[in-house]
DNA sequence: GGCGGCTTGCGAAAGTGTGCACAATCATAC
DNA sequence: GTATGATTGTGCACACTTTCGCAAGCCGCC
């Protein structure tokens, strides 16, 4: 991978990802560059260019095979390996994502979760892990390194919380807390707040009768 | 607003609002848009010409009013309204959104829950609202239309509801399913998945220690 | 009441990303 | 073995976004 590959083309390739492997356990053996974007809503010109960033992996007059195409992805994205992942903050949010069933077929598990609140300290959550206190969270990152973290802590609280994993090295944070984190280059922020989607939308819908 | 507004400024406002709000609350008066590029990680050249699409918000040597600009956005992105939602899909995630805080400080409202499941059909959810059949999705948005339509059902099940909604004249929909959900334009659609956001995080994870 | 320091709004430049169009290539059928 | 129909990979042009740079304007101080 000799030039910089655009961020934009990084986060479409999960979606690709994600369409291939539904293929794949429908049997599907081929598919086509236009077929893949009538799927995914985007031409297929984008899916071929994208790919091409990666390599050459289609064949002309037939389209690409999906076994292949599911491997090369999962390869680049880093999916042949699982991931682990820290859960910050056990209030609502954060119970409901412990208890997400998502993650741990895509390869991604929370082996720890944390909260400040002294009374959930030590509580279990769904039945495997142990809630362990915050301020152990810089020790215990230490001795055994995560992945990824997630944040799920009020957003007064959120920026605290991402300073200690960064410290910690961490790679890579998943926030649901609404504020813009403040990260060093390198380390890698997503954020999820279904509000803010919501919030995009009613521009449109304001517009749509009027 | 005479002339397009480019769709990557309209998801850039919920950010700046959502802070702005914060600001406000924090009785702060004015502020710049050094500042506020500063607390949200984009150029302060780009926060201007952001507001620049929709009129002169702010004062030369000073900055923007805070009181002024949370209004200005306020109306600009309709949240001067409530906004009213239906949820199809009440397994553990739909049951989660249901219970989640986060959208009616905001003004959007869930007013009608559905599920096919006839075991939990009926019950009740968080304590106000009952489940309905998603087979009574169509004529009860005929007879009380709803703006928002969140889907939290699998994903074989997704494109149907998504259909229904569709047919239903529905304008916006927030799917956390794991898929891209098909729809004529003009309905505007936006898709939660963390997973997704996960797989793009790990490819630069992979990248960074080798 | 004028001067200095800031900060906006915006035209123009620079930088990115997307889609077209077509040569190259492959499978199949006859 | 050759013709046919399909589909990839990619150079190029266009379109879109971001950033720069600066004139215009505002505030406060002396």
Redesign the interface.
């Known amino acids: 991978m000799p030039l910089e590959i655009p961020e934009v083309v ?2 479409r ?3 690709y ?3 291939l492997t ?1 293929l794949q356990a429908r049997g599907v053996a081929v598919v086509s560059s236009q077929e893949l974007g009538e ?3 985007v031409t297929p010109a984008q899916i071929r260019k994208d790919l091409s960033y990666f390599g050459r992996f289609g064949k002309q007059g037939r389209g690409y095979s999906v076994q292949r195409l599911t491997d090369e992805l999962r390869t ?4 042949d390996q699982r ?1 682990r992942m820290v859960l910050i903050g056990v209030g ?2 954060g119970t ?2 412990a ?5 741990e077929p ?1 390869g ?1 598990d929370i082996v720890g979760v944390y909260d400040v609140n002294p009374e959930a300290v030590g509580t279990e959550l769904g039945g495997e892990l142990v809630v362990r206190n915050v301020a152990d969270l810089a020790r215990d990152l230490a001795d055994d390194p995560v ?2 973290g997630i944040v799920a802590v009020p ?1 007064g609280e959120a920026q605290a919380v991402v300073d200690v994993l960064v410290a910690a090295g961490i ?2 944070i ?1 926030s649901y807390a ?3 984190a ?1 990260v060093p280059a ?1 380390v ?1 922020v ?1 954020q ?1 707040d ?13 517009r ?1 009768d009027a």
């Open positions: 990084i986060d390739l999960p979606t990802y994600r369409l539904n799927a995914l809503n680049i994205l880093g999916l991931w609502r949010l409901a994502i208890s997400y069933r998502g993650f895509q991604f992945d990824i957003a790679g890579a998943l609404p504020t813009a403040q390198g890698e997503r999820i279904p509000v803010l989607s919501l919030q995009g939308m009613t521009y449109h819908l304001r749509r």
